[in-house]
């Protein structure tokens, strides 16, 4: 299976890896790292020298507790990255990581050719936007908002309820001409370490929807609660949570670092396919 948009290819006979680049003060992770436009440019950069498939650019942070960001404000971080990279790796598809249509619209416009949507496409300004561009679509799963998800999530069964989120977006987002679309169960978005573990257990049954499935795993929460290690020592457990995802039939995994998810996607795939070498080179631009 493969997504084709504007020039760009993303073939999912290989596992692609989406390089994180978080424009903002505060996300959990690195936030204030890359809050400069000029900073942020050249972390995507580095990513894509590392190995980076697709550059995942978001303007506001979705840690737990996270407060909303303005239009105004993420369009002013996100827009100059974006104009910055698509000059300087025009051959990497970047991705639009927001809910807001406003924003994702703004962001096309300058060349961004993916959108990545924490609330599902739930607006259905942004399922409009991606049936009428035509782009690959992230259709994340979310109990709650960013504020409030981790404000004791519960559920009967975890993959169920995320499986009958997914099936209505499907029927619903299809309707309305929304043809590209990737899953993705949404680890740590309202859920606890153990939903975390259920869903990824569980994987296979979200694959079965014959979608690409993307899992945004790094430096999770869940993988230190796993551990018993500090944010700064989940790089281990993150790869192997990556590699068992790909396993189970993950074909995007989000990452921090580019050299470690390149390295985790090339031996996964490697096994998975039984063959001693898989070329990572392509396809994803023109």
């Known amino acids: 299976m493969e997504y084709r948009h504007q020039r760009f290819r993303l073939s999912f006979g290989r596992t692609q890896v989406m390089g994180i680049v978080n424009v903002t003060p505060d996300s959990f992770s690195d936030g204030g790292k890359f809050h ?13 020298e590392q190995g980076a498939d697709i ?7 979705s840690r ?24 300087a790796i025009p051959d990497t598809p ?18 961004a050719a993916m959108i990545n949507d924490i609330s599902g496409l739930r607006d ?12 690959p679509a992230v259709v994340m799963h979310m109990k709650g908002t960013p504020k409030s998800m981790q404000n004791r999530p519960a559920y009967s069964d975890v993959v169920a309820e995320v499986k009958s989120f997914f099936k209505e977006r499907i029927r619903t987002l299809t309707r309305m001409g ?30 079965a929807f014959g979608y690409p499935v993307l899992v945004g795993l790094s430096r999770k929460s869940f993988i230190g609660k796993a551990l018993g290690e500090n944010i700064t020592d989940r790089e281990t457990g993150g790869v192997v ?8 039939g993950a074909r995007i995994i989000r990452v921090h670092d580019a050299v470690l998810g390149t390295q985790t996607a090339l031996m996964a795939d490697c096994i998975r396919l039984g063959k001693k070498q898989v070329d990572r080179r392509g396809p994803t631009g023109p």
């Open 36 to 48: 400069d436009p000029a900073a942020a440019a050249t972390h995507a950069m580095a990513l894509v």
């Open 178 to 207: 929304v043809e590209k679309i990737i899953l993705d169960p949404g680890i740590g978005f309202g859920k606890t370490a153990n939903h975390n573990l259920q869903l990824l257990n569980r994987l296979e049954e979200i694959v």
């Open 94 to 111: 970047i991705s639009i990581d927001t809910y807001k249509p406003l924003v994702a619209q703004a962001a096309m416009a300058e060349g």
């Open 241 to 248: 949570a990556n590699a068992i995802a790909i396993a189970k």
């Open 64 to 87: 737990p507790g996270a407060e909303p960001t303005t239009v105004e404000e993420e369009l002013a971080r996100v827009i100059p990255v974006i104009r910055a990279l698509v000059k």
């Open 124 to 135: 259905p300004a942004m399922a409009a936007l991606a049936a009428k561009s035509g782009a």
């Open 55 to 61: 550059i995942d650019i978001g303007g506001e942070s």
